[in-house]
């Protein structure tokens, strides 16, 4: 998966992270405005999977006796004010220490079709690998667990898959990726002195902590279906750990929209896989 582009190599010199120096930078309003626009954008599609599945949600009583609407808009706050937070971080830090995006403004190109094709590749290679684990981990998760993977690749439609593309390939990689990394690998950059360049521990640490965070905000949604067991939270932090750990690295690699087509075609994976499942 290395690929060339007159912008990424060599890379990681001397064990050292890259750091732009003669691209100019654009303005706050350019790195936040068109990231936090499609953060905005998948928050939106999260409705088509959120609205079916409110009422059988188990809601505290009060909260259950709100209008369906009002419910959901309840249920968003906590992604938007993510979205927020990431494409503002992210804007102004990720390019401090070498992590860029082309609809920021700070990568200078795409780094030709190779970078789309490793990047869509890579992520419906991921979604294969992580459904076949899966099916070996399931027999080992309880049968209430296995009617519920049954019962959700029966119910896959097409707004299910526009939601899973549009909030995990662009609000989840604005929030954990653009903001989170970029967080965790500026104040790791900032303790060692903030000179020079990050060195590769500090990129790869970041990469670890935001590919947790993102797995551990998988667990939620879990104990909203069912009674989590060790089994499965340990099922759902390692899986999308591992996930979350090939985005980063793309991210790095090349830029956020990389990351964000690996993370779109792993849904889209997802999707085809459900389909052949219930045929």
Request: glycine share 10%; net charge positive; aromatic share 8%.
């Amino acid at each position: 998966l290395r690929v060339s582009s007159p912008y990424n190599a060599p890379l990681f010199p001397a064990g050292s992270a890259r750091m732009p120096t003669s691209y100019p930078t654009p303005g706050f309003g350019r790195r936040v405005v068109p990231l936090l626009a499609l953060a905005l954008a998948g928050v939106l599609a999260l409705c088509l999977k959120v609205w079916p599945q409110i009422p059988a949600m188990p809601l505290p009583a009060e909260v259950a006796a709100l209008p369906r609407a009002a419910i959901l808009a309840l249920l968003l706050v906590n992604p938007l004010l993510l979205a927020l937070l990431g494409a503002a971080l992210g804007a102004v830090l990720a390019h401090r220490i070498g992590l860029r995006s082309l609809l920021a403004g700070t990568a200078p190109s795409g780094g030709g079709r190779a970078v789309w094709w490793t990047a869509a590749a890579t992520g419906l290679g991921l979604a294969l690998l992580i459904t076949a684990l899966d099916a070996l981990w399931a027999p080992h998760l309880g049968a209430e667990w296995q009617a519920l993977r049954q019962r959700e690749a029966q119910a896959a439609s097409l707004a299910t898959l526009i939601s899973s593309v549009l909030y995990g390939g662009l609000t989840e990689e604005v929030m954990m990726r653009w903001g989170l990394m970029s967080l965790v690998a500026w104040g790791l950059w900032r303790l060692g002195g903030g000179r020079g360049t990050p060195a590769r521990w500090v990129i790869a640490l970041a990469m670890t902590v935001a590919a947790l965070a993102f797995a551990t905000g998988h667990l939620p949604a879990l104990a909203s279906l069912l009674a989590p067991t060790p089994g499965l939270v340990a099922r759902t932090l390692l899986l999308n750990t591992l996930a979350g750990m090939v985005f980063g690295w793309l991210y790095w690699r090349h830029h956020l929209e990389a990351a964000m087509l690996a993370h779109a075609t792993t849904h889209l994976g997802f999707f085809g896989v459900a389909l052949l499942l219930t045929r």
